[in-house]
């Protein structure tokens, strides 16, 4: 064997693994078809998140005047903009090169594809391995009549390059990445237009939570549109037309200059040689997968995008680190709840169950919420939006749900997402101290608005 372990992929499920099974002591080599670091590195979380932040230090800046500061009309450079960009994900994709290198890690420049199930080529060359960890991620999906061009009608790549800011910008889907392409756009001044096909944004979130988010876009100008589907596109002289239908069948025709899609992704299960060893794939994803991150051949992993939902990064790398330790004969297992964030202004967070999903499961539930228009700490950011939601269980008082829409609410979701895997009640965060003032002694707050002793809010109406 030319090693004990290969992954197939080095996006952050695939890197984690191959690291984490290279500390343990096994033989590991990483295959990758593009660029060290995947989807995520790249073209995905961390060069979308460094134009966020290019979006809120804007933001910041036009609003400053409210405080007694006044830096006059922000100037974007977009070429600067593009340069600090492009430079994060170098240092984040270099820092994984050297890791491998640190940990010598082979790296099989190619595409990878199975000849048996203990082979695989790679290009013109065919390497042996004990074991083999697929994480090959996934890739957005075309809605047919909007395929991307690159430039006016884009994906999530294309969208990160702002050679210009057009002045009318339309997302087709009101999830993650749309709605947080929108709040770049809009803050670099885009007339701006979110255009979701279910009843409301971010479906899957907690009602609450996707009604708070959608006030506080409509509050900063931008449009949306739900319940709405995009029919059509045409190119003329003066831009895109899009034709959207509602859910009467009444249309209307929406000019615009840039038109993102952006209805989700599709795992890259195919085209690996899987079926052909008995591994299930549909639609694209590798199934089943047990605990452990096997399929059904016990020496083939596969993690990430391509085993299962959510398609989240945090996922994948926890999954990548099972898979790996479970390869070296650990007995490692997945069992875990996955915190889920969407990066824009205001950020929205949240772990565990739904107020939906908790009813549906049985449980009699007890609600608390606390606005941050009660937070000191909020008041002092020029914060008056937002909303930290718990859910309990009314016999045991467990934590089953918790769901923010405000600042930071991507660091305090870790809190919820320990809460949770400990066990711990409401009545556990009401007595735990949190330092005053923070934004994260909230989630106290809501938890003590759940036991009915809230003390900044009134108590009378907990559901």
Known sequence: MDYDLIVIGSGPGGYHAAIRAAQLGLKTACVEKESVGGVCLNIGCIPTKALLHVAEDLREAKHAKDYGIDFGEPKVDLKAVMKW???????????????????????????????DKNTIAVGDKKYKAEKFIVATGSSPIVIPGFEPDGETIVDSTGALIVSEVPKRFMAIGGSAIGLEFCDVYHALGSETTVVELMDRIVPLADIDASKELHKSFEKRGIKIKTSTKAVSQKKTK??????????????????????????????????????????????????????????????????????????????????????????????????????????????????????????????????????????????????????????????????????????????????????????????DISLTQHAHPTIAESFMEAAEHALGHAIHISNRKRN
């Open 238 to 427: 003066k831009g895109i037309e899009v034709t959207l239908e509602d859910k009467a069948g009444k249309q209307e025709v929406i000019m615009v200059d840039k038109l993102l899609v952006a209805v989700g992704r599709r795992p890259n299960g195919g085209g690996l040689g899987l079926e052909a060893l008995g591994i299930s794939v549909e639609r694209g994803y590798v199934s089943p997968v047990n605990e452990h991150m096997q399929t059904a051949l016990p020496n083939i992993y596969t993690i990430g995008d391509v085993a299962r939902g959510p398609l989240l990064a945090h996922k994948a790398m926890k999954e990548g680190i099972v898979a790996a330790e479970h390869a070296a004969g650990k007995p490692s297992a997945y069992d875990t709840i996955v915190p889920s964030v969407i990066y824009t202004s205001p950020e929205l967070a949240s772990v565990g169950m739904t107020e939906e999903e908790a009813k549906a499961a049985g449980h009699k539930v007890k609600i608390g919420k606390f606005p941050l228009s009660a937070s000191g700490r909020a008041t002092t950011l020029g914060v008056n939006d937002g909303l930290v939601k718990v859910i309990g269980d009314e016999e045991t008082d467990l934590l089953l749900g918790f769901h923010m829409v405000g600042p930071s609410a991507g660091d305090m979701v870790s809190e919820a997402a320990l809460a949770i895997e400990m066990g711990a009640t409401l009545e």
């Open 85 to 115: 960009k492009d430079g994060v994900v170098k240092k984040m994709t270099g820092g994984v090169n050297m890791l491998f290198k640190g940990n010598k890690i082979d790296l099989l420049s190619g595409e990878g594809k199975f000849v």
